[in-house]
């Protein structure tokens, strides 16, 4: 499962040369020239934001601020040609994850990227088999199945659906909301109880897992690997 990357950066010759680096390692990168175009896209929770501190608009900071108060989970780098000391200090009070001064070798931001990517997410998920594996389960999206060993653990539709996207948003926050346009549809029109209904019948099934409930906003599928 390729993972997504947002870059912010407005240098345009380092924005297209961080881009190719971070393709090349097999990332789906999206980049941004400017504070305020990025700022539109924060629903999208792409898994890893890289973000320059010196924008033309909306500045870094403000980025940041924003992103948080979105998803406190999804993760930041931040990149600066400024004071380097004051910049990491206010990166991390903001909750960035890692720093870069410029100017660094691109491969040091892919090394970078690599290690924050394992760490909040554990190694790749899919295999040469085809298969994706999160803690002692696999789950086939071929076969819309998930398996316990060699035993099949029987889903209806929509909590394989429901477990699939909490799989590929493993240990990121993601509000009912989200849960209800992903898997049921914008065009769902109900209660979103549904939404805990199926959880609750997920954590049954799949019950070496740990599905967090953030109260008052959503999900969270805790997992290391």
Same mark, same amino acid.
């Given at each position: 499962m $390729?993972? %997504?990357i947002y870059l912010v950066e407005d240098e345009k010759s380092l924005n297209l040369l961080l881009q190719k680096y971070?393709?090349?390692e097999g990332y789906n990168v999206t980049t941004f020239f400017d504070g305020s175009t990025a700022m539109e896209r924060i629903r #999208?929770?792409? #898994?890893?934001?890289? @973000? #320059? &501190?010196m924008l033309p608009d909306i500045d870094g900071y403000e980025l940041i601020k924003a992103i948080k108060e979105y998803n406190k989970?999804?993760?930041v780098i931040f990149m600066s040609a400024r004071n380097e000391e004051l910049d990491r200090v206010v990166g991390l009070e903001l909750g960035s994850d890692d720093y870069l001064s410029k100017p660094f070798l691109p491969r040091e931001l892919v090394i970078r990227t690599n290690k924050l990517m394992e760490r909040i997410y554990g190694r790749s998920e899919e295999k040469n088999d085809g298969l994706i594996y999160v803690g002692e389960y696999k789950? $086939?999206?071929?076969?819309?199945?998930v398996f316990d060993g060699d035993k099949e653990i029987q889903l209806t539709n929509k909590e394989f659906e429901l477990f699939y996207y909490l799989v590929? %948003?493993? %240990?990121i926050v993601v509000s009912r909301e989200q849960i209800l346009n992903n898997v049921w549809g914008e065009d769902y029109f109900g209660s979103d109880r549904v939404v805990d209904d199926? &959880?609750?019948? @997920?954590r049954k099934k799949v019950d070496k897992l740990n599905i967090e409930t953030v109260y008052g906003y959503g999900y969270k599928l805790v997992c290391k690997s």
């Open positions: $390729s993972r %997504n971070l393709e090349r #999208d929770l792409p #898994d890893l934001w890289i @973000l #320059d &501190i989970s999804t993760p789950l $086939s999206e071929k076969q819309r199945a590929k %948003n493993k %240990n199926t &959880i609750r019948r @997920l």
